[in-house]
């Protein structure tokens, strides 16, 4: 088994957190749920599974939750041909792969909306693999996507650091023992991240990249 790196790809590599929080707002005002979008944001991260729970309730009406989850993706597909990575993000995969490490995208993102989010990411060359929705029974904080990231790099769990930006990946990443660094640029706050659990906090990939050597990553052989 191998040292590798695990990566959130929404919010972490490419600047989407509020782009899906407008678009889940829009598709559930369109089935009459007025929620406001500061409690949307604090649930991008979750997939649709979890998210209508922690923003509907549990005991809600669940049966148009498959037509709010397909406006959500039509509302939010209209972005795609403008999406953008963060910051430093291909510049930040290069350099972990340089070191010797496993490069591994843990998304949770559809299968077709993760190939737009790589080709935006631009750095293919250096992933030695990605999940989507369809590795997982259960979205983030479960750590379900993070398990299949693992399986599929053969990266050991004891010689892993995942990057995410919101408190459901470091949820999910400590539920495996996986120490995780927080980014900021997903819209979680550092003090947010912190209490949930992150080895450390950086703005965005480019200040982690800058840090590289002093972070939890420069520690890990090859």
């Known amino acids: 088994m191998r040292s590798g790196v695990l990566f959130d790809v929404d919010g972490t590599l490419v600047d989407t957190t509020y782009l899906h929080t407008v678009s889940w707002w829009e598709a559930l005002r369109q089935y009459d749920a007025d929620v ?18 922690h923003l509907l309730g549990e ?32 510049e930040l995969l290069r350099a972990v792969a340089k070191r010797g490490l496993a490069v591994v995208l843990a998304s949770s993102a559809k299968e077709t909306e993760l190939s737009k989010l790589r080709e935006v990411i631009g750095a293919d060359d250096v992933i030695s693999a990605a999940t989507s929705s369809s590795d997982a029974e259960q979205s983030k904080p479960a750590p379900d996507i993070l398990q299949a990231a693992l399986d599929q790099s053969d990266v050991d769990p004891r010689r892993a650091v995942f990057v995410g930006d919101s408190v459901w990946d470091v949820k999910a990443a400590s539920r495996l023992d996986i120490p995780c660094i927080g980014l900021t640029c997903g819209g979680s706050s550092a003090a947010e991240l912190s209490e949930a659990g992150t080895t450390a906090n950086y703005d965005n990939p480019a200040a982690l990249l800058a840090a590289l050597d002093d972070s939890a990553i420069g520690a890990l052989e090859p």
């Open 36 to 53: 406001p979008m500061a409690e949307i944001h604090r649930a991008i991260g979750m997939g649709s599974d979890k998210l209508l729970d």
């Open 59 to 90: 005991k809600r009406d669940r049966s148009h939750d498959d037509e709010l989850s397909t406006a959500h993706d039509v509302l939010y597909g209209a972005w795609w041909e403008r999406l953008r990575p963060l910051p430093g993000a291909s």
